[in-house]
């Protein structure tokens, strides 16, 4: 890893951890890694990569006196993508994530996990809760609607692939229009640079198509596994739940009945967007900022 006992990094810096089986992790940074404030841990979602965190870790990171990191798990952005896509499995990224934070001389840290990246939050409240000093949750929760999982199972690796970024944007617009209803074009923009890179003269997705293979096995038909449990590691630290308000995937039933179990929590949801909210619009940033300043050290 490089050195990082520079000056603060006023734009992202990219440093990669290897991991137990030798693949390259890709971390993004930015802010004051001398700083005293908690540091701000960034998860993705399930073929999302840190980029996802740009708008928002900028504003965390505003003041220079906290350090904001995003992973990118293995298989995204710009990690190793794994030979064996059996280990696109929570408890390989789990592990993969203490030894970034391990690597990187984390002791605590708030977490900001998107929807699989929650997952892996709860998870780490398991094996680490030491760690935890705060946590936001972005439209994430121990009940996963099967609708939204399915919906999700039908286009995790199987987008068309675009000629143009114009191209990709209509396609994001048709298969997510009806979940972000109101975003400038921009922002569409930005999404499908997201979505997908210019390689060799041709776009492909930034994540590996194989990460839909674990999500073939599911059985929809089956009631999802309860979570609670899970989750209920969480009420160690203060806790924002976010929540799309067209989210199929995260009800606001659930979301309601987390900060009613919580000793500590409170729900922001935005509003004209489903799974997951984009971090991006004013509102939700400026409560993410407002709730990371109420959490300290332990």
């Known amino acids: 890893m490089p050195d990082m006992t520079s000056a603060p990094a006023s734009d992202w810096q990219s440093l990669y951890v290897t991991a137990k089986d030798g693949l390259r992790l890709h971390v993004h940074h930015i802010g004051n890694r001398a700083g005293t404030a908690l540091p701000v841990i960034c998860l993705p979602g399930l073929s999302r990569n840190v980029d996802d965190f740009d708008a928002v870790g900028r504003a965390i990171a505003e003041g220079g ?22 280990n696109y499995d929570l408890t390989v990224e789990l592990d993969d994530l203490q030894n970034v934070i391990i690597a990187l001389g984390i002791s605590q840290a708030i977490f900001l996990g998107t929807s699989r990246g929650g997952l892996l939050t709860a998870l780490m409240g398991i094996v680490r809760p030491e760690v935890i000093a705060g946590v936001i949750l972005n439209d994430i929760g121990p009940v996963i609607e099967a609708r939204g999982l399915a919906r999700i199972r039908g286009y995790v690796g199987k987008l068309p692939l675009p000629k143009s970024f114009a191209e990709g944007v209509a396609t994001l617009k048709n298969v997510f229009g009806t979940h972000f209803t109101n975003l400038p074009s921009e922002a569409w923009e930005r999404y499908a640079r997201r979505t997908w890179v210019e390689k060799a003269g041709k776009l492909v997705p930034r994540y590996d198509a194989n990460l839909m293979r674990p999500l073939a096995d599911l059985d929809l038909e089956k009631p999802m596994p309860d979570l609670w449990p899970q989750f209920a590691t969480l009420n160690i630290a203060p806790m924002l739940v976010i929540r799309g308000e067209l989210s199929d995937l995260f009800s606001r039933k659930t979301a309601e009945e987390m900060v009613a179990r919580h000793p500590n929590a409170r729900l922001h949801e935005v509003s004209y967007e489903g799974h997951a909210p984009l971090l991006e619009d004013t509102p939700t940033i400026e409560a993410i900022r407002a709730f990371i300043e109420t959490c300290t050290p332990t």
């Open 65 to 86: 006196n906290r350090w904001v990191v995003a992973l990118d798990s293995r298989g995204r952005g710009g990690s190793d993508y794994d030979p064996n896509w059996k």
